[in-house]
């Protein structure tokens, strides 16, 4: 371990330039050390690249945190400094004041306050002692603090910050507390006075006079410090725009809005965090739910996270986000929608087979790829009853593990709507499995910094088989945990090189996986009249017969509506959606082509309203989306939809002209696809009346659909039938599982693909449609009915 630390000093100028101060720079090799004494490398593996890792992956999970210690210190270095003009007796009970504060706290803000900033707890850790979700400490810590500000103002309005300032700030301004053993309880004060000074200059309601305006402040960057950028601050809100557009501007600027996905409003006091060349920038969002990035320098600023109390984290790998924009002198882009997902309450219940309860049972949260930064709290405790609380995305898979035991379910349709989750644990083989390698170019030399993912092969609805990701190191090397024996497709991501895929069981080692810089293909998305389209969503699929390989996703803001990807050689298809504008059609592109046209259009607009099917009354904050290809960051997916007022009503912008089929979801609901609308450029459809069926007690929800009874998979040779519905058209007509369809309605679907297929077998009820199967001895050809399924 002797020569493992003296590697430490080579890495003193890796560590400054990754938090650009002597003493941060200290912080982040005690940490690297320490990681190094209690995880030491293998004996073959060279110290000094292993600990360049190590000293990255500190940085990496430090960096959140460091942003709000800095944002702290700012404000209480900002103070007057007033400490000759306040008396140290005056102090002193100033500070027996805040400790008394503190002891007349109502419960359970006191604990929560207390195991914060007297034992240093995090809130995951404090919401595993309480049994509540993490958001529920944030929460109660923000109420106590609120509620110790309010105490303190009672007794000495206004003055008790400028007493308590100074000593904070002489602690806090030479990069540490200046505190004894002997003093412990002058600590929790310290900090205290810190957390609510903090609190005090950057609570809202605080401080009228920073109106609604968005707020800036610097984070540790990997180069440089970053400036404190600040935006300006209207005087009245700016009206969101119904299209994104471009702006003269004095700066490089990007605007938009944080969307809460369930609701259709603003998020307010969203944290949203930029990085580039000179460092990250984050924002915060105004009462709209509005915010506005200044840059000091046109540029790449790739979004790394988004956040907010009660709401999922939007926060992939560190630099790997697929959301990006391209900022330039004297233009500004304004109008990009972002979305944030509300953390709900679900609650679990960890059983054995016979379904009794099981008590202190481990359950891990698994695949969690945009939570990866700011991580949700991944690990629970069942109590006495079996029972734990937990947020998670949907289709987020849960394990269960008791002794020898263990079991896995999905947070699917059925979850989401009870909000209630039950794991039997049993005797099933532990996903133990990895797998390893490393990822080199197309010369041989390893390549750091890539994101590997394993997703599984066959990943069917309701399945509880989740991937894993991994960022390789200095070595190039990866390991992919928690997998099974069955097979994986690996992806090896990393800018400026086209995506490398391969394919390996659990459990494979040395796989190696060569980047190589691909051909470039290249474009432009604007509209019918020929406007270039400043942002938008960029889908790329690799055609392989009547399949679609997903190849690359970006979202993008860019003046001049640019575009460009690394792709391996062969046809792909281009698909740009933008907000409010009808997506453009599928676009076949050959690698190498620099000069694509999408073109978005005004499409239709859909109105119309949303009711129960029991009785009638509206259904609120339903989501209504076309059925049409998914995909994108959460943050800001291809497809978005709208959702239904109050009053249940909705306006859909942006279908597209021809053949129309809806989704329409909303909690304690069938789903339902509404087909056999048609929409013309420029035109409305509707209004429409779109009922739902409500869910029974304890049922399965369904999706009420009218169709010919198929459920399909894309395959080299065409659509794979793998399900047929009893009583639907498709069983009537004689078509089977295994059965493959090579054209629908006389159209080959390995031009179609999937998507567009099922968009043409969509339909009004009881027409029928000409469906061709690939059948021994020759194609045969099947007028099927369309009828009315639940499904």
Known sequence: MASELAQLA?????????????????????????????????????????????????????????????AREAAVASEPAVADEVDAIDRARLLQRLGEALVALAEPFRTTVIRRYLDGASAAEIAREQGVPAGTVRWRLKTGLERLRAALDGVEPARWRRALVPAAALRFAQGGLLVTAKTKIALVLVALVVALVAFWRL?????????????????????????????????????????????????????????????????AGAEVTFDGEAGAIALRTDAQGDFELVAPHAGTFTLVT?????????????????????????????????????????????VDAAGAPIEGAHVKLLGTPEQQIYKLPTEWASDRDGRFVFHAPDYAVLEATAGARRGWAV????????????????????????????????AGQPVADVLVSAEPDDQRGGSTRVGSTATTGSDGAFRLDHLDRESYALAAEAEGFATAVVHARGGAREIELVLSAGQVIAGAVATSAGEPVPAFTLLAFRRDGALRIPTATRSIADPSGRFQLRVLPGKYDLVASANSWAPSPPTMAEAGATDVKLVVSAGAIVRGSVHSAADGSPIPYARVMRETISGGASAEPANAGTVTHRDGTFELTGAPAGSLSLTIGADGFHERIESGLSARDGGEVGPVDLVLTPLAPGERPN?????????????????????????????????????HIVQVDGA????????????????AVGTTIAITLARTGGNVTLNVERRKLRA
């Open 306 to 350: 988004i956040e907010a109390p009660g709401f999922l984290p939007y926060a992939p790998e560190y630099l790997h986000s697929p959301v990006r924009a391209e900022l330039v002198a004297g233009r500004a882009v304004r109008g990009m929608q972002l979305f944030l997902y509300p953390a709900l309450d679900y609650h679990g219940r960890v």
């Open 10 to 70: 080579s890495l003193r100028g890796l560590a400054r330039a990754l938090v650009h101060g002597d003493a941060d720079a200290d912080d982040l090799l005690q940490d690297t050390a320490l990681a190094a004494v209690e995880h030491p490398p293998p004996p073959d593996r060279p110290p000094g690249p292993w600990l360049v890792r190590v000293l990255r992956n500190r940085w990496r999970m430090g960096w959140r945190a460091d942003m709000r210690r800095r």
């Open 203 to 267: 609570a809202p309601h605080a401080r009228p006079e920073d109106g609604l305006g968005p707020r800036a402040s610097s984070l540790p960057s990997k180069t440089a410090p970053a400036p404190d950028v600040r935006s300006p601050k209207p005087e009245t809100p700016r009206p969101w725009p119904r299209h994104a557009l471009v702006e003269p501007a004095s700066a490089p600027t990007l605007s938009g809005r944080v969307t809460n996905w369930s609701t259709g409003d603003g998020v």
């Open 748 to 763: 080959d679907v390995a031009e179609l693909g999937l998507d567009g297929s099922i968009a043409k077998i969509r339909g």
């Open 411 to 442: 947070l699917d349709g059925k979850v989401a709507i009870d909000k209630q989750m039950t794991i039997v644990v049993g005797d099933a083989a532990a996903r133990d499995q990895a797998i390893s390698g490393r990822v080199v170019d197309d």
């Open 703 to 739: 999706i009420e659909l009218v169709g010919i009874g198929v459920q399909l998979a894309a395959d080299h040779d065409g659509l794979r039938v793998d399900r047929v519905i009893d009583g639907s058209g498709a069983q009537a007509a004689g078509i089977v599982v295994g059965d």
